[in-house]
């Protein structure tokens, strides 16, 4: 169901053309004066009512769902009162307007390029961090509360070296991570005493998870340190309102030097199998700071729990897809599970809107763009518009079986390029491997929230007020 991506071919060193159809300059927004049907000569630039249309529909709720730290009942509400279709309905018009040129808005936080056109969703995951950075400023401002010495708040020379430190530690260039063997073991464990009644909740889940997520990072000496997690998942709620605040609170500084005092703590007697045990093994930089990336593999394990969750629930609906999964009994295949995990992701991202900024002075199409401009990518739509991605917003798993289905930039659960998330393999290992182990001797006859396979599924899933039902077949 997978098409190849069309690689970015030449294009006119030209910004947009107008549409015939303005009877005036002034109804071909962002011509510079020139006449209807002549060549652009600045980049399309949106009307005040369409940025305001934007903010509302589109930014506003995202800074309010949370992105650190989601809000459940933020996120329940917006989807309740069809956010993400009046979201889907502004980026249609926008591209429909432009006929899907890069488009300029503007923001409090300076200009933003919107790019909706698969052409230069490519070119974005294809161009070089250094040009096209990760470390935009308003995610910063928020994840500079949780991990200001992480590899998406650096910059330059010191993030290359932090990144690499993050390649090494998470075998990011590696089919399997070294110490996968340990983490399958530290999951069955884990995953163990969630069997062992009728019904899951998501709180249960999520304990488990952080147990899980703790052991990885941190090694057996945390499994239980849950008071770690708190003052993290205190932290992250902070983040929430970094954005729109000069920099981190007074109480948030306390609490991330309390969490990092712990991490030095556990770094000193870190088994060798453990992210922390590989990062205290591997040279690097008096600056680079191994202790302090580990904020962020914690908040990315973290993940785990709500991506299992939301993968489940859709099984539960699609039980055809759920019996595809044994070829033998009690066994299910991990292949075709990890491309449900890769669909749940696809249908429901971690992160719906690829945000980076420009490093220096650059072009799109010809047309220039000053340094400090933000790029944005909202993949969360692309991903599901069925005009690009067929059946976008049904549960097909089997699309990720198709030869070239992770290459496509079209579908991108952890992005492409060398903006790709690093702990990608760790991460979707887990993910398959708690639902593996969650489907070992048992299905999933019913959840909540209940979701009806022959719509189109909602834009909204929210996994913290989940409860799956599992029954032995």
Same mark, same amino acid.
């Given at each position: 169901?997978?098409?190849?991506?069309?690689?970015?071919?030449?294009? %006119? $060193?030209? &910004?947009?053309? @107008?549409?015939? /159809?303005?009877?005036?300059?002034?109804?071909? #927004?962002?011509?510079?004066?020139? *006449?209807?049907?002549?060549?652009?000569?600045?980049?399309?630039?949106?009307?005040?009512?369409?940025?305001?249309?934007?903010?509302?529909?589109?930014?506003?709720?995202?800074?309010?769902?949370?992105?650190?730290?989601?809000?459940?009942?933020?996120?329940?509400?917006?989807?309740?009162?069809?956010?993400?279709?009046?979201?889907?309905?502004?980026?249609?018009?926008?591209?429909?307007?432009?006929?899907?040129?890069?488009?300029?808005?503007?923001?409090?936080?300076?200009?933003?390029?919107?790019?909706?056109?698969?052409?230069?969703?490519?070119?974005?995951?294809?161009?070089?961090?250094?040009?096209?950075?990760?470390?935009?400023?308003?995610?910063?401002?928020?994840?500079?509360?949780? %991990? $200001?010495? &992480?590899?998406? @708040?650096?910059? /330059?020379?010191?993030?290359?070296?932090?990144? #690499?430190?993050?390649?090494?530690? *998470?075998?990011?260039?590696?089919?399997?991570?070294?110490?996968?063997?340990?983490?399958?073991?530290?999951?069955?464990?884990?995953?163990?005493?969630?069997?062992?009644?009728?019904?899951?909740?998501?709180?249960?889940?999520?304990?488990?998870?952080?147990?899980?997520?703790?052991?990885?990072?941190?090694?057996?000496?945390?499994?239980?340190?849950?008071?770690?997690?708190?003052?993290?998942?205190?932290?992250?709620?902070?983040?929430?309102?970094?954005?729109?605040?000069?920099?981190?609170?007074?109480?948030?500084?306390?609490?991330?030097?309390?969490?990092?005092?712990?991490?030095?703590?556990?770094?000193?007697?870190?088994?060798?199998?453990?992210?922390?045990?590989?990062?205290?093994?591997?040279?690097? &930089?008096?600056?680079?700071?191994?202790?302090?990336?580990?904020?962020?593999?914690?908040?990315?394990?973290?993940?785990?729990?709500?991506?299992?969750?939301?993968?489940?629930?859709?099984?539960?609906?699609?039980?055809?897809?759920?019996?595809?999964?044994?070829?033998?009994?009690?066994?299910?295949?991990?292949?075709?599970?990890?491309?449900?995990?890769?669909?749940?992701?696809?249908?429901?991202?971690?992160?719906?809107?690829?945000?980076?900024?420009?490093?220096?002075?650059?072009?799109?199409?010809?047309?220039?763009?000053?340094?400090?401009?933000?790029?944005?990518?909202?993949?969360?739509?692309?991903?599901?518009?069925?005009?690009?991605?067929?059946?976008?917003?049904?549960?097909?798993?089997?699309?990720?079986?198709?030869?070239?289905?992770?290459?496509?930039?079209?579908?991108?659960?952890?992005?492409?390029?060398?903006?790709?998330?690093?702990?990608?393999?760790?991460?979707?290992?887990?993910?398959?491997?708690?639902?593996?182990?969650?489907?070992?001797?048992?299905?999933?006859?019913?959840?909540?929230?209940?979701?009806?396979?022959?719509?189109?599924?909602?834009?909204?899933?929210?996994?913290?007020?989940?409860?799956?039902?599992?029954?032995?077949?």
């Amino acid at each position: 169901m997978s098409r190849p991506t069309p690689p970015p071919g030449p294009r %006119e $060193p030209v &910004g947009p053309t @107008c549409p015939t /159809g303005p009877t005036s300059t002034a109804d071909c #927004a962002g011509s510079a004066g020139a *006449l209807p049907g002549s060549i652009a000569v600045r980049p399309p630039r949106t009307r005040l009512r369409e940025s305001l249309r934007f903010a509302v529909t589109h930014s506003l709720p995202a800074f309010a769902r949370g992105v650190p730290a989601p809000r459940p009942a933020v996120q329940t509400l917006l989807g309740a009162v069809g956010q993400p279709r009046w979201s889907a309905a502004t980026l249609r018009t926008l591209r429909d307007r432009y006929h899907g040129a890069p488009v300029l808005l503007g923001g409090a936080s300076g200009d933003t390029l919107v790019l909706l056109d698969p052409v230069d969703v490519a070119e974005f995951f294809a161009r070089p961090v250094r040009e096209l950075a990760l470390d935009a400023v308003d995610k910063t401002k928020m994840l500079t509360v949780l %991990e $200001p010495t &992480g590899v998406v @708040c650096s910059h /330059g020379d010191l993030r290359e070296e932090r990144r #690499a430190l993050n390649d090494q530690v *998470l075998a990011h260039h590696e089919e399997t991570h070294p110490s996968c063997g340990t983490y399958r073991t530290v999951i069955a464990e884990e995953c163990t005493r969630l069997t062992t009644g009728p019904t899951l909740g998501y709180a249960r889940l999520e304990r488990a998870v952080h147990r899980i997520s703790r052991r990885i990072v941190l090694g057996e000496q945390a499994a239980g340190d849950e008071e770690l997690h708190h003052r993290l998942l205190a932290l992250r709620k902070e983040g929430n309102w970094g954005a729109v605040r000069r920099g981190p609170t007074p109480a948030a500084r306390q609490r991330y030097e309390a969490a990092t005092g712990r991490l030095h703590v556990y770094a000193r007697h870190a088994p060798a199998t453990t992210l922390l045990g590989r990062a205290m093994d591997t040279a690097c &930089g008096a600056d680079v700071d191994p202790v302090g990336q580990a904020h962020h593999w914690l908040l990315a394990l973290d993940a785990v729990a709500a991506i299992v969750a939301r993968t489940l629930l859709l099984l539960a609906a699609h039980p055809a897809e759920q019996a595809a999964l044994y070829d033998v009994p009690h066994a299910p295949d991990t292949a075709r599970l990890r491309a449900c995990v890769l669909e749940g992701l696809r249908l429901y991202p971690l992160v719906p809107d690829l945000l980076r900024i420009l490093r220096a002075d650059t072009t799109w199409r010809g047309v220039p763009y000053p340094a400090g401009t933000h790029v944005l990518v909202p993949i969360g739509f692309l991903q599901r518009d069925s005009g690009l991605v067929p059946g976008g917003s049904l549960f097909a798993p089997g699309r990720w079986l198709a030869e070239g289905a992770e290459r496509d930039t079209l579908m991108a659960p952890f992005g492409h390029g060398e903006g790709r998330c690093p702990g990608d393999r760790l991460g979707l290992m887990a993910a398959t491997e708690v639902c593996a182990q969650l489907l070992s001797g048992h299905r999933v006859t019913g959840g909540r929230p209940r979701l009806d396979p022959h719509r189109p599924l909602p834009g909204v899933l929210n996994a913290s007020g989940s409860q799956l039902t599992l029954a032995r077949p």
